[in-house]
């Protein structure tokens, strides 16, 4: 009889749905149907909950440029000899694996002595920048749905990039005090384009491209009592609609900005954020508000408190010295070392650089040893000398995961990994093994 288990977590989007139902096979091998899940979603569980077309053994390159079907054995091996051969590996992922992935990969890295980074180098690595300047007024996603009376989205659309977030959390929901569900609640979009989400704004503020700064400098003005001093269009907006949506917000209940990477990957970057923050802060003379960045994969929050926890650094991380820790995002982060060919070897892990990377820093890596680590063929894989198939966190593997707003959440598996497929944890926990026996006492 196919079994239906429910209170499941979705590993796509930093939304981290954990109310997903899904029906399972009686064998228990193979993903038969799911509910509750948007479309992303649906294909992560029909996908990865088939074993048909998953790779099953590791993949390394031949001299002649084709790929060969390995043990584990020597995948183990292969990377743990890498990784002590090379001056400074770089090891760099982890959006879309588990807690207990990133811990493994902080004692590998830890011993190798290389550096270690995640997503957000290339992602909100730039909120970092701004909250250690600036911290961070923010809450979780239960107090918005219960709560925020007005709701902004800053440089981010959730109609495509967190499909759910709306419908759960920030606008639709009826909560404690917002009763009336979307109807509690005035919706702002600031965005140059008319998105999907704009749609369903009240008001939509259509901001010159790379120009928020002066946007929400122009709100601060109004915060602070200077509107006569603001000009009469300021980033593409009229002067009236400035006033009239900063009069809304003032008189919220509760706001609260949720911004994204409209704001980090534009002009000014970790400063379009700490003016956020002071944006936010100062909101807090009229009004509860509060800030929230719309982090990207399921578990891309978990590295940031795991190794915060561990080393003291979110990201970024160089532990060349072994003994002690640096981070300076610009020089310890992926895109630089590699753009500045610093790194001599390169593991890829919960994510696809091969993609996601500018092409002159993955032509940089791939002068060196190229390691995938990924249940999937992408474009990371094609171009390895050595590709890893692991289960999948939320499908065939469990673990602690981190939603957007720093809330832990216990994923479970809800199929059989293909046989003999590690988790990352325990390959990453197999090659520090394998590191140790070859290494001896020489540690240090
Ligand atoms: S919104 Fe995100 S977490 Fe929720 S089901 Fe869709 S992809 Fe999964």
Redesign the pocket.
């Given at each position: 009889m196919p079994k239906v288990i429910k209170n499941v977590g979705?590993p796509?989007?930093g939304?981290?749905?954990d109310d997903?139902e899904v029906t399972v096979s009686d064998d228990g091998k193979r993903v038969l149907e799911v509910k509750n899940?948007?479309a992303?979603?649906t294909q992560?569980f029909m996908h990865g909950g088939d074993h048909e077309g998953r790779i099953k053994l590791p993949r390394m390159r031949q001299p002649d440029g084709s790929m060969k079907d390995v043990s584990f054995e020597e995948a183990i091996d292969y990377t743990a000899k890498v990784l002590l051969k090379a001056k400074k590996p770089l090891m760099y992922g982890f959006g879309s694996t588990n807690c207990e992935g990133h811990a493994a990969a902080a004692r590998v890295m830890e011993r190798s002595g290389g550096c270690l980074d995640n997503c957000a180098s290339i992602c909100h690595g730039s909120s970092f920048l701004a909250i250690f300047d600036n911290g961070y007024p923010s809450c979780t996603l239960g107090e918005v749905k219960n709560r925020a009376d007005v709701v902004v989205f800053w440089g981010s659309n959730p109609a495509h990039a967190?499909?759910?977030?709306m419908s759960r959390y920030s606008i639709f929901p009826r909560g404690f005090f917002t009763g009336k569900g979307h109807n509690s609640r005035t919706v702002i979009v600031i965005d140059p384009r008319y998105t999907d989400t704009a749609r369903v704004a009240d008001h939509y503020l259509q901001v010159r491209q790379g120009h928020d700064y002066e946007l929400f400098d122009a709100f601060r003005m109004v915060c602070h009592g200077h509107e006569d001093d603001i000009p009469d269009v300021v980033a593409n907006i009229p002067k009236e609609k400035i006033l009239e949506v900063a009069e809304i917000i003032k008189n919220a209940r509760y706001c609260n900005f949720f911004y994204g990477m409209g704001l980090c990957h534009s002009d000014g970057r970790n400063h379009n954020i700490d003016i956020a923050i002071s944006l936010t802060r100062d909101l807090n003379e009229f009004t509860k508000c509060t800030i929230m960045a719309m982090r990207g994969h399921?578990n891309i929050t978990g590295p940031g408190a795991v190794w915060s926890w561990q080393f003291g650094f979110p990201y970024c991380l160089d532990l060349t010295k072994k003994t002690m820790v640096h981070m300076n995002p610009g020089e310890t982060s992926s895109v630089d070392l590699a753009m500045r060919d610093e790194v001599d070897a390169f593991i890829n892990i919960g994510t696809d650089a091969g993609a996601h990377f500018p092409i002159p820093a993955v032509q940089h890596l791939k002068k060196h040893p190229f390691i995938t680590v990924d249940p999937h063929i992408n474009m990371a894989s094609e171009i390895s000398d050595l590709h890893v198939p692991v289960k999948i966190c939320g499908v065939d593997d469990g673990g602690i995961v981190y939603r957007m707003d720093n809330v832990p959440i216990q994923y479970r598996k809800v199929v059989d990994a293909p046989e003999g497929v590690p988790s990352d944890e325990e390959f990453l926990d197999a090659v520090y093994n394998r590191m140790v026996e070859l290494e001896g006492d020489g540690f240090l």
């Open positions: 979705c796509y989007c939304t981290c749905c997903v899940v948007c992303i979603g992560i967190h499909p759910r977030h399921y």
